[in-house]
């Protein structure tokens, strides 16, 4: 039973940091047209890569469900590729954005399945 509740925050944390990742990518070029640029740091990039692997990792430790454990963490790594590679293409870009967008609904997904065992 405490591993549920370790895995349940886990993945709270997860969701949120994700879902602050697309709130984030999306409005860091209205504020830099305002002239606010300190959102664009690389170092809030990094904080959102740690904080989705420590998630993941402590979401995913001693897991039943498989498939939600492959699910994160190639979610992870293609979130991770797409924002180190988003200067490239732009493509990247949108990657990013469908990888946190699948980081979200996979915590949610593992959430449900936490409260039903």
Known sequence: ???TKKIYWADK???ISAFLCIVHCL???AFLTMGIGFLENPVIAY????V???SIY???K???FKGISIFLWVAFAGFVTSLLLEERAEIFEYL????SASIVIGHIYNIRNCLKT
């Open 1 to 3: 039973m405490t591993q």
């Open 13 to 15: 944390l997860g969701a």
């Open 27 to 29: 409005s860091v070029p």
């Open 47 to 50: 904080l959102f890569i740690f």
């Open 52 to 54: 989705a692997f420590i």
């Open 58 to 60: 402590n979401a995913t």
């Open 62 to 64: 001693g897991k039943i």
């Open 96 to 99: 990013m954005f469908f990888f």
